[in-house]
């Protein structure tokens, strides 16, 4: 059984501040995306990652790719309030089994 | 733009009861994907068409659980005699087939059993 483990599970920063959060997994998969969720809504794609090494940048977040796609990271910049939500890492470990295995997430609070 | 749209939002219903959910994915898309989540985990994938055909079940996916494509285009997922523990948000995906095969979500329908 495939396992994402996402840390740190909750967050809690001031506007203004840096932060970082992980998926990690002892598994390799094909792609990797990263969800935003907010309450009683469905998940929200950020980005898909596919090439070990990989770098993508959206305005102030960067997401990377472990280079052996086992693990995944997203750094947001100057954090703001409109930031606030559930991240989801969610991996795809290809061939004909195109199903998503979700980390629990990481809820992130941005204080004004 | 049309994205996955999910009806109802919201269903309350008795234990025991018969729930019916529909979904309708991003037109061109040829895949589509049922979830599950509950409070405090991710999303569990529970089934999965490529067009009208269902190619994969979850063991989460109980004989009182059955979803349908039957024209590859909209789906539907019914839950028989439901029971407490079905209480969750029921999230549906939908991707075309390429080489990331990216999942768009819905807005996901949430169920609550009492």
């Known amino acids: 059984t495939q396992l994402l483990e996402q840390s740190p599970q909750f967050l809690s920063i001031q506007e203004g501040e840096n932060l970082t959060v992980y998926c990690n997994s002892s598994s390799v998969f094909s792609s990797l995306q990263w969800y935003r969720q907010e309450p009683g809504e469905g998940p929200v794609l950020l980005v898909t990652v596919v090439t070990g090494g990989e770098v993508k940048k959206l305005k102030r977040l960067t997401f990377q790719f472990g280079d052996a796609r086992k693990d995944s990271s997203l750094h947001i910049t100057a954090a703001q309030p409109g930031d606030t939500g559930l991240y989801l890492c969610?991996?795809?470990?290809?061939?004909?089994?195109?199903?998503?295995?979700f980390g629990k997430g990481t809820l992130l609070t941005v204080n004004p | 733009d049309t994205g996955v749209s999910q009806d109802p939002r919201h269903k309350i219903t008795k234990r025991g009861q018969n729930v019916t959910f529909r979904c309708d994915p991003i037109?061109?898309?040829?895949?589509l994907y049922w979830y599950r989540q509950t409070l405090g985990q991710g999303p569990e994938f529970l089934t999965y068409f490529q067009n009208e055909a269902q190619l994969e079940k979850s063991r989460l996916l109980s004989d009182r659980f059955s979803a349908e494509r039957p024209k590859g285009s909209f789906s539907t997922l019914e839950i028989q005699r439901t029971e407490q523990g079905d209480s969750a948000m029921y999230l549906c995906?939908?991707?075309?087939?390429?080489?990331?095969?990216?999942?768009?979500f819905g807005p996901g329908t949430r169920l609550t059993v009492l």
């Open positions: 995906a939908s991707s075309l087939a390429g080489f990331t095969d990216t999942q768009y």
């Open positions: 969610a991996g795809d470990s290809g061939g004909s089994n195109y199903k998503l295995t």
């Open positions: 037109s061109e898309h040829n895949r």
